[in-house]
């Protein structure tokens, strides 16, 4: 599933080429990303809003393939492709974007946020048998975040997926703190990281797959220690770690 970098990437890339075109009657204003939405904002206040779920593809001035669910035109000849292989994605027209369900049940943006209201997030949390990587996942707690981002940072962070929050030393949130932020922004630069069948809004495949160091690594030799990394299953999410660098 695409998550933040991926989605980022490709909303600044629409933004870049459609912001002031019109579709329809309707011009749009800006193009934002809140967790892993993209929303078209238009002159009139309504939005049209993408959710690219696991398989959408959203492409620019290239012609449709057999994916393709909607062709979107606009008043200078642009054309953007929805593409869904697996028919879980959506977009729909919003009157009032900001009071969308979807949007009022998302935590904070992880680029957005400070570092205080980020231990904070931790302090205030009453589930604290929950395991660290499950909470990385709820987009209730932080938004954007998916299995690929949480398994990386956690491992740059050197914490154990399976830790429960309650056992998290201030150091080590301040920790996952520093490696979400520098780890989504450089994914962000690289384009983001193409794995099942993510391509930017050019048709490029996301460069930050390179840098992975255990997402779908099981059995390889880690990066750090060489011990082979480890796949186990943590509510439902294949979850790759070094059992060695990763307590
Ligand atoms: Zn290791």
């Not at 967790?35 to 939005?47: E, R, Y």
């Not at 690219?52 to 959203?58: A, D, E, F, I, R």
């Not at 996952?176 to 099942?196: H, M, P, R």
């Amino acid at each position: 599933m695409p998550e933040l970098p991926e989605v980022e990437t490709i909303k600044r890339q629409l933004a870049k080429e459609l912001v002031g075109k019109k579709l329809g009657k309707k011009k749009i204003i800006s193009i934002d990303r809140r967790g892993k939405m993209i929303f078209f904002n238009f002159d009139d206040g309504s939005a049209l809003v993408f959710h690219l779920k696991l398989t959408c593809q959203l492409i620019l001035n290239q012609p449709p393939s057999r994916f393709t669910r909607k062709v979107f035109n606009f008043d200078d000849g642009s054309i953007l492709l929805f593409n869904d292989s697996r028919r879980f994605g959506w977009y729909k027209i919003v009157k009032n974007p900001v009071e969308m369900k979807e949007v009022k049940g998302l935590g904070p943006e992880p680029l957005n946020i400070s570092q205080k209201d980020f231990c904070r997030l931790f302090k205030n949390r009453n589930k604290r048998k929950i395991k660290i990587k499950t909470l990385l996942l709820s987009q209730k707690f932080i938004a954007g975040i998916g299995n690929i981002y949480a398994d990386e940072i956690l491992f740059a962070a050197g914490v154990s997926p399976l830790r429960p929050v309650s056992s998290l030393r201030e150091q080590e949130i301040k920790n996952i703190y520093s490696q979400t932020q520098k780890i989504l922004l450089k994914a962000i630069d690289k384009g983001g990281s193409s794995v099942e069948n993510y391509l930017t809004a050019k048709g490029e495949k996301g460069k930050y797959s390179q840098l992975h160091k255990v997402y779908q690594k099981t059995g390889l030799p880690c990066w750090k220690c060489q011990a082979p990394i480890k796949r186990i299953v943590l509510g439902g999410r294949g979850t790759h770690f070094c059992p060695v660098c990763q307590n």
